[in-house]
T-cell receptor, first 112, second 118 residues
Framework: AQSVTQPDIHITVSEGASLELRCNYSYGATPYLFWYVQSPGQGLQLLLKYFSGDTLVQGIKGFEAEFKRSQSSFNLRKPSVHWSDAAEYFCAVGVPGNQFYFGTGTSLTVIP | GAVVSQHPSWVICKSGTSVKIECRSLDFQATTMFWYRQFPKQSLMLMATSNEGSKATYEQGVEKDKFLINHASLTLSTLTVTSAHPEDSSFYIC??????????????FGDGTRLSIL
């Protein structure tokens, strides 16, 4: 069965520090992978996606993610975090048939 | 581009009331829309997949008579919570995928509807 795991429920980083949010998936074939961000009380905004090609993908707001097939991972990174990056981050797997599977989310707090 | 509008953004109503939530794709056509439910501090749980011109496909454990879905056009899907009770209070989010887009393409999300049943 398909599943997505985000091991870190909550992460706190200092402004200007680097960030890495972990995502592991379980799926029988190469999945389509996405990262979304959700601000409080709002919907989800797409940060980036991967479905083939270069395993390092660039997204909006300075985020990037790397697909590692051997580790079944798709970790999100940012070199220098801004206070406005504080939000909930969701990793998702897309499978044929249009369905998405979301991870449980990682809440990011940015301290000055 | 790819804007999804969800209305209302927040609704408070008495127990026993039926509530309708609209999900519109503003600048694209969507043959498929998705309805999610999100509890506080939790992830999104897919409730149902809404297909234009046909019946919705509900996930296991979701009461189809409780959560009525209608997808009458390529730009509009509605979710009606019938005879709502306090346990139905939640954050409901819809999403849509561009017509003809495959499952390797992202879903575009509305801003969600916070439903509070008194």
């Amino acid at each position: 069965a398909q599943s997505v795991t985000q091991p870190d429920i909550h992460i706190t980083v200092s402004e200007g520090a680097s960030l890495e949010l972990r995502c592991n998936y379980s799926y029988g074939a190469t999945p389509y992978l996405f990262w979304y961000v959700q601000s409080p009380g709002q919907g989800l905004q797409l940060l980036l996606k991967y479905f083939s090609g270069d395993t390092l993908v660039q997204g909006i707001k300075g985020f990037e993610a790397e697909f590692k097939r051997s580790q079944s991972s798709f970790n999100l990174r940012k070199p220098s975090v801004h206070w406005s990056d504080a939000a909930e981050y969701f990793c998702a797997v897309g499978v044929p048939g249009n369905q998405f599977y979301f991870g449980t989310g990682t809440s990011l707090t940015v301290i000055p | 581009g790819a804007v999804v509008s969800q209305h209302p953004s927040w609704v408070i109503c008495k127990s026993g009331t039926s509530v309708k939530i609209e999900c519109r794709s503003l600048d694209f056509q969507a043959t498929t829309m998705f309805w999610y439910r999100q509890f506080p501090k939790q992830s999104l749980m897919l409730m149902a997949t809404s297909n234009e011109g046909s019946k919705a496909t509900y996930e296991q454990g979701v009461e189809k008579d409780k959560f009525l879905i209608n997808h009458a056009s390529l730009t509009l899907s509605t979710l009606t919570v019938t005879s709502a009770h306090p346990e139905d209070s939640s954050f409901y989010i819809c999403s849509a995928r561009d017509r003809g887009a495959g499952s390797n393409q992202p879903q575009h999300f509305g801003d969600g509807t916070r439903l509070s049943i008194l």
